[in-house]
């Protein structure tokens, strides 16, 4: 019995699925270390000025999604030559903050730079299982 | 090659292999590289007097910004500070904890001495005028806005915490909700410079 050319690139369809699915839960995530982790947001030198004639620029998201183990530390960095209220701090031009994460948690900052008010940072944990590790690869497409 | 070369070419080898390892311990706070100089300031003392950061210098100074009618992030913040002075035993008489109000119609100097001292006699508060309060919030870019609930009002603030190093260097900045572990870990560090 023939099967019908729609049968065949269906199953061909739900064989690469199910591969794709289970290289995304069961090839591991290797953890990273040093500045492999950092996820790094700066204020390009002249933001200021740009601001003062009136260009709206966003430079922090609202929402920033970090993962323990891979992706687990937020530096902010002023470039710009004046201090700027940046994430949740004044800093200097030229400064540099450096903020650890080793809890998975949803944490709010109040930050000036947004028009809410409040920068989130949500660290999730570090991918172990395979479900894990499909919703992780699956934030990153 | 003498001796005296070589002693140098091993030394030179020494510090780069050692370079990252010998580096400062991290601290769980967020950090500021390269740190400042904390912004001065002189208020007015809940335990009488003024209250003058530079009179800190030696101790490691715990800067935070509340009000002692907050119902929530400063009774948490400092009973966690007040905790972790308990953890560090006899090198807390090395760290003072100084809390500056957001809210100076209603925190006066006794107020404040009141408040504080039922999480840490130790614990310094400090107040003033608006102006003078206002300047320092924007020094260290804290963030307070009031809001009015019928017949009394709140204040939405920065809920963060400041190291400050013996140096007077703003080193560190803690977020809500950290632990008291956390402080020890961080103020240990700070200690030992």
Known sequence: ?141 | MNARTVRSFLLTLAALVAGPAASAPALKAGVFEPPRAAPQFSLQSSSGGKLELHSYRGKVVILGFGFTWCTDVCPVTLATLAQARRKLGAAADEVQVVYITVDPARDNPARMKEYLHAFDPTFIGGTGGADELAAVRKDYGIVAEKHVKGSSYSVAHSSFIYLIDRRGQLRALMPYGRGPDDYVHDLQILLAE
């Open chain 1, 1 to 141: 019995m023939m099967r019908s050319p729609l049968r065949t690139v269906l199953l061909a369809c739900g064989a690469v699925g199910v591969g794709v699915l289970a290289w995304a839960g069961f090839t591991p995530i290797e953890t990273r270390t040093g500045a492999d982790r950092e996820e790094l947001f700066e204020i390009p030198r002249g933001t200021w000025a740009r601001r003062m004639k009136g260009e709206d620029l966003g430079i922090l998201p609202d929402e920033i999604r970090l993962t323990l183990g891979i992706r687990d530390m937020l530096v902010l960095r002023n470039l710009d030559e004046v201090p700027q209220i940046f994430g949740p701090t004044l800093m200097m031009p030229g400064q540099s903050f450096r903020l650890p994460f080793e809890q998975a948690a949803e944490y709010q900052f109040a930050c000036s730079a947004h028009a809410s008010g409040q920068m989130r940072v949500i660290v999730y944990p570090y991918p172990a299982t395979p479900w894990a590790r499909i919703m992780w690869r699956a934030r990153r497409l």
